[in-house]
């Protein structure tokens, strides 16, 4: 095989939740009377909640906010979107993703998750995917999120693997940078197929078995 591993990013790559994410942040910054539009939202892809909110407040003109405001303000987003969080189900994993990762698996390819995302392991647990991943690293295990390859890091330890014997997949130019940054190959998918330092581009995951089992 190519590679002995690979490290999924979780939103946008397993399953998408970027409605969700648009329509918590949007509530937040029309009740701040901010502007925000998809434009604003795609800077969040791959970014920290906290990080994703100082992006928000680029645009903000009202008083001065302290830290403990900003928290309380992100945990508000927070509540929200896991609001949406709790419609999910299986069908939000698409039948290419689901064969693609039982196809890797049962070739001994060890899988895990690198996502910034605190909520990552409430939505694997939604979509029927809690125990499937042999490791999952989130945004409650790191200190630094991506473009830091921390996460991507972690979930190579986990899974007892270096940099150079995983693959990373992701669907954000943040992604692609921690990706990169750690010594990962990655392969970009979605809006990060425009990344010049992606390894392989893909339309869709049902090509990465012709990457990664190959000699």
């Known amino acids: 095989m ?3 591993g690979v490290i999924f990013d979780l939103d ?9 994410h648009y ?7 029309d009740s701040m009377n901010i502007y925000f539009d998809e434009e604003i939202n795609n800077r969040l892809r ?3 909640r906290m990080e994703s909110l100082d ?6 003109h009202g ?23 709790m419609q999910m189900d299986e ?3 698409a039948a290419s993703v689901l064969s693609t990762l039982h196809e890797l698996r049962e070739n001994g390819v060890k899988l895990a998750i690198g996502s910034s995302s605190k909520n990552a392991r409430l939505i694997l647990d939604r979509i029927g995917l809690g125990s499937f991943f042999n490791a999952v690293t989130d945004g409650n295990d790191i200190e630094f999120s991506k473009p830091h390859p921390q996460v991507f890091l972690l979930a190579a330890d986990k899974i007892s693997l270096s940099p150079g014997e995983c693959l990373v997949v992701e669907d954000a130019f943040a992604g692609i940078e921690a990706a990169v940054a750690g010594g990962f190959d990655c392969v970009a998918i979605g809006d990060a197929t425009r990344d010049v330092r992606a390894t392989y581009t893909v339309t869709d995951l ?3 078995p012709g990457i990664i089992l190959r000699e």
């Open 2 to 4: 190519r590679y002995a």
């Open 12 to 20: 946008g790559v397993i399953c998408h939740t970027d409605d969700f």
């Open 23 to 29: 329509k918590a942040w949007k509530s937040l910054a």
């Open 46 to 48: 791959g970014v920290s």
């Open 55 to 60: 992006i928000i407040l680029e645009r903000y």
């Open 63 to 85: 008083p001065p906010l302290s830290n403990a405001e900003k928290l309380r303000i992100s945990e508000s987003k927070n509540m929200h979107y896991k609001n949406f969080i």
């Open 91 to 93: 069908s939000y994993v």
């Open 206 to 208: 049902e090509e990465l």
